[in-house]
């Protein structure tokens, strides 16, 4: 009989753990809600498909992830089907098959041009239990109307024309790389645009407040960004619903050594100056517009990288502590790359057509880190309000912490994420020699013990997910795993978690090199 892949060494007793210990860090959280938090969106966690892709993600697969995700949220997941090809998209009625490369890196590029017919829009039938965003095609100016009506009213639909399974008709993406366009260019094509789509559609009143503006580019030599769109008019008429910005932590050729994953991707620092340096002013123009800023493309490697920097451990801690810091800074929604299947930054890979550069079918080891983001959301029926603990980023650059208050009249703490993105490689390092960190986590009067969930793998960043690399590479998000080949993408495995007893209102929790933990104060 074959067992359900588990751990291939006991997760480490709280209080037993063996590994040398460095200086406790003391934690300082007010045991009530803040003033200085951000309520989270229910609908946070996300996932972004490449256009040209959809239908490759249409499948039995894809939905169990999907259905994963749901199961553990409020609301339902949104999943953004966008990017260079679904700008470029020339939709022909009259063709028979679903779609066919034409031009530019085919056939598997994100950058080609895809000619569609009709029984592409099949692809948006896929996951009946999330919400969709459709990409309006514009990089053509002036945008070829017809064209674009056409392709809209496919996918519009094929998601039953029911407007609550749609999050969003993002009008184009990263304009800020059109040829000879401004922010005031793009606006006003943009407006025409969302016009046309408002009438081709027949939406009336408060429906018509249903587009995603801008989609700008990561790169630092984008010309514009969100502010420069919002500040060029795009929102005047009030029928925006939400701003977005693409994010990739790097970009450019690197040696892709595993100093560099410590420096570059597992750096709470590079994160969050990143954010600070490069999104800070479309963060705060988009939320002064009253608008939910939202990450619609992200990934911590832009091309380039093996698979074992870009697909492994390592990518779901940054992606762990990216979207705790986006939750910090007042990001409403992050959308986690499932991309295409040939690209390797991905969650999952949907079937076998990605060939050697991307085996699959399989669940990669980000997958569970987007389980472990949900859960520090919550389920509960009044939202949560986060707030980060200032461990001084200069002094502890791979350490950060994050609180998570009840957003209600109350506002009691709940949970507490910590997060150690110390570099440990298994592949490398012997297991006996792997640091550990204690932090002693103040809980509200009255508590007596606490519980502790682990996003844990046994060689640590260098984990690739049982799919990949078999026992020896499974990454577990308290005791649970995800797999194509064990139970094609439902889960399995029963929840393990750690008690620890509250001495003097302090709780001392343990976190291993390259693992982050949540703990459940309610």
Known sequence: MLGLPQASRPIPDNNKNVNAKRATQTLKIDTTKPTDTFTVPADFVGFGIESAFLNNFHNDFSANLVSSLRQRMSQPPVIRVGGTSGDKFIFDPDQKEVKKCVAGDCPQGSDATYRLGP????GYKAFPNARISIQAPMQESPTPMNNTLAFVRCAWDARGGDASKVAAIALGNEPNFYKDTTAADYAKEA????????????????????????????????????????????????????AADHYYQIAG???????????LMLSHRAITDRLQ???????????????PYIMSETAAVLGGAPLTFMSGFGYGLWAVD????????????VMNLAGRPVAGRTFWVPDPTGGDKSPGPQVRAPYPGAIFLTDFVGKGEGLGAVKELDLGVTEHPFLSAYAMYDAQQGGELQRVALV???????????????????????????????????????????????DFGGMEHNVTWAGQQWSYSIDQGKGHGNVAEDKVQVQNGIAAVNVLDSEAVIVFVK
Not at 322 to 333: E, I, P, Q
Not at 445 to 460: N, P, T, W
């Open 322 to 333: 990216f979207g705790l810091a986006c939750m910090a800074h007042g990001v409403s929604r």
């Open 191 to 242: 407006l025409r645009v969302q016009k046309a789509v408002i009438d081709e559609l027949g939406l009336k009143g408060d429906g018509r407040k249903f587009f995603e503006v801008a989609n700008t580019a990561s790169s630092q030599d984008a010309k514009f960004g969100v502010a420069d769109v919002l500040k060029a008019g795009i929102n005047e008429n009030k029928l925006s619903n939400s």
């Open 253 to 263: 050729k690197h040696d892709w050594t595993d100093e560099e994953m410590q420096n």
């Open 119 to 122: 029984s592409f829009c099949e």
């Open 277 to 291: 340096n490069r999104y800070a002013a479309s963060i705060a123009a988009s939320r002064a517009a009253g608008l």
């Open 420 to 466: 150690n993105l110390r570099l440990y490689n298994g592949t490398r390092t012997p297991n006996d020699q792997r640091g550990v960190e204690t932090f002693r986590v103040p809980v509200p009067q009255g508590v007596q013990s606490i519980k502790v969930r682990r996003l844990h793998a046994d060689r640590g960043a260098a984990a690739m997910g049982f």
